[in-house]
């Protein structure tokens, strides 16, 4: 199964978890919505491929050819090599010279090389739990690991800790493992590979350790409780349930600078 018809397939996957967080109507409004490629997810699905399905790389990605698209030369050679490229994502050759380079540094580091290796990659999972089909698609499985390659401006440890919350990677590692486990699949690891995005990109490998999980847990439940009741009650409401009037107050460091001194 390709990553395009994992997405179009049923189920409830983390990305899922992260609009109904927001707010259920966020959900639903992205749901009934055409999806985007953006530029940042396009470089991310090619740098997975070409690091985790390196075989599989030119028959999903294509580099366009340096021509002059202003010429009517360039626009015969453009056009002849849309015509050799359906069905394949474009990237630019400046972001293949990159994600070369990453993938060369994935490959010398001695902890992150042995962990994306002899292992299955980009596979996709489905578990029915009786009212909701719960679905995930790891990067990659090694033995009792769950290994996720991510991609970040800084691997620092003070950096990526707060990445990593602000983008709920604790929602990711608990839902992963959860649905593994559901399908009777003995892992019980998540490990996290970050790898920075301009050079030297810099490595860090992150273990989610129990606290972590188990706050992934509770914000994972939590918005599939939601899911759940929204879908049985077919009301996709916004931020507010009851609708509500808020008092609009200072944020607290505000507060802090503007009264404390």
Same mark, same amino acid.
């Given at each position: 199964?390709? $990553?395009?018809?994992?997405? $179009? ?13 927001? =707010?259920? +109507? ?8 055409? =999806? ?17 399905? $390196?075989?599989?790389?030119? =028959? ?24 050799? =490229? ?29 962990? +994306? ?14 009212e909701t089909v719960l679905k995930c698609r790891p990067d990659y499985i090694k033995g009792r690991y769950c290994i996720d390659l991510k991609t970040t401006q800084s691997a620092k440890p003070e950096d990526f800790i707060k990445s990593a919350y602000k983008y709920r990677y604790h929602v990711q590692a608990y839902w992963y493992l959860k649905v593994l486990k559901a399908l009777g699949k003995d892992i019980d690891n998540f490990i996290f590979v970050a790898v ?23 914000? @994972?439940? @939590?918005?599939? $409780? ?36």
């Amino acid at each position: 199964m390709t $990553n395009k018809e994992y997405h $179009n397939t049923e189920g409830v996957s983390k990305s899922d978890l992260d609009l109904i967080h927001k =707010s259920p +109507l966020h959900y639903i409004a992205a749901k009934s919505s055409p =999806s985007t490629q953006t530029e940042s997810l396009l470089f991310g699905s090619a740098l997975h491929k070409f690091v985790l399905e $390196n075989n599989e790389f030119s =028959s999903e990605f294509t580099t366009a050819p340096l021509c002059d698209r202003r010429t009517k030369e360039g626009k015969a050679i453009y056009a002849d090599f849309l015509e050799k =490229s359906v069905g394949k994502e474009v990237i630019t050759s400046e972001h293949l010279e990159k994600i070369q380079l990453m993938a060369e540094a994935i490959h010398k580091h001695p902890i992150a090389s042995k962990l +994306l290796t002899d292992g299955q990659a980009e596979q996709s999972y489905f578990y029915d739990d009786g009212e909701t089909v719960l679905k995930c698609r790891p990067d990659y499985i090694k033995g009792r690991y769950c290994i996720d390659l991510k991609t970040t401006q800084s691997a620092k440890p003070e950096d990526f800790i707060k990445s990593a919350y602000k983008y709920r990677y604790h929602v990711q590692a608990y839902w992963y493992l959860k649905v593994l486990k559901a399908l009777g699949k003995d892992i019980d690891n998540f490990i996290f590979v970050a790898v920075e995005k301009e050079p030297p990109y810099a490595i860090c490998v992150y273990f989610a350790s129990e606290e972590f999980l188990r706050l992934g847990e509770i914000e @994972a439940e @939590a918005d599939l $409780n939601e899911y759940k009741k929204c879908c049985k009650s077919g009301i996709w409401y916004g931020y507010d349930e009851v609708p509500e009037v808020h008092s609009l107050d200072l944020p607290q460091w505000v507060r802090k600078e503007v009264y404390d001194e």
